[in-house]
């Protein structure tokens, strides 16, 4: 009646609106297009996957209730009534379980149906985008449905048929949000290289300076080692030649080199011997002033 109903209002909408403009109409078929788009046929082949062991398990449970029923067959006549009505009210029991769980994946308002329900909006919804672009773009003044049963429709031109248009429409924007994502993850891609190679410039940059400090360091242990040697050479050179270091150092002399120095030089008075001394230990000071400061000068360098 629906579908009378609805054909009859279609066809005088037609005919009223003939006699002034021409009407544009054209069709779509639903099922050919889902054919056509790969991800509601993947969707779709993940959905019969489930199904697939949906089904085994209900091929298991119903084994067991009949295994259940073979057993109790068998076994009737040797329980008691209270046992017999036990092992009934078990199998009722499953036999419930399994109608439950049959409702639940493929009854009408199943996961099996939801599910592939789900599956087809985002695909009604892309069609139906593309339908109302087309639509603008040729000005179209009705398009059915032709895999709508309620329709009725007996006959339809092929030349009518504008399902692969819509189909290039979505395909055209899926490869165009397919090239953005690409061009996305290269992007993300090439950051994340440019990121890891400023973090090894970073680390060798960071392992140069090390290097740097650690001969610097190393440099300077080798300079304060060599002074040292110095130094104590120098020590033990004085503590081997006390005379020479009590003269270099200007210290008095003893009595007992006092007098040999008298021995070996020409009779002069004290005041001339004090006088020659301290001008031999003021030559001595410059001279070992002039060559430290020449070793200081050669440390340097």
Do not use: C
Not at 7 to 31: E, H
């Amino acid at each position: 009646m629906k579908k009378i109903l609805f054909l009859t209002l279609l066809a005088g909408w037609i005919i009223s609106g003939s006699a002034q403009a021409r009407i544009k109409i054209a069709y779509v078929d639903m099922d050919y297009i889902l054919e056509k788009l790969p991800e509601y046929n993947q969707a779709l082949s993940e959905l019969d996957h489930k199904a697939l062991k949906w089904k085994s398990q209900v091929e298991k449970m119903s084994r067991e209730i009949e295994d259940m029923k073979k057993s109790l067959e068998q076994e009737k006549v040797l329980l008691t009534k209270e046992l017999l009505q036990e092992k009934e009210e078990e199998i009722q029991f499953k036999e419930k379980d399994l109608l439950q769980y049959q409702m639940a994946k493929f009854g009408p308002n199943g996961d099996y149906v939801m599910q592939k329900q789900n599956l087809i909006v985002p695909v009604q919804e892309k069609v139906f985008n593309a339908v109302s672009k087309l639509i603008k773009a040729s000005k179209y003044d009705i398009v059915f449905d032709k895999s709508n049963e309620n329709l009725g429709i007996i006959y339809s031109n092929p030349k009518l048929d504008i399902s692969d248009k819509i189909i290039k429409i979505i395909t055209k924007k899926k490869n165009k949000e397919e090239r953005s994502l690409k061009a996305k993850e290269r992007k993300k891609k090439r950051e994340q290289e440019m990121n890891e190679a400023q973090k090894k410039h970073a680390e060798l940059a960071a392992q140069r300076a090390k290097e740097r400090a650690e001969k610097r360091k190393k440099a300077l242990e080798e300079r304060k080692k060599k002074r040292e040697e110095e130094q104590k050479k120098e020590t033990d050179k004085q503590k081997s030649n006390p005379d020479n270091n009590n003269e270099e150092y200007g210290d008095k002399l003893s009595p007992e080199q006092l007098k040999k120095l008298q021995d070996k030089t020409p009779k002069l008075t004290p005041e001339q011997i004090n006088e020659k001394r301290k001008k031999e230990r003021e030559e001595r000071r410059l001279r070992i002033l002039e060559e430290r400061k020449k070793k200081k000068e050669e440390n340097k360098n």
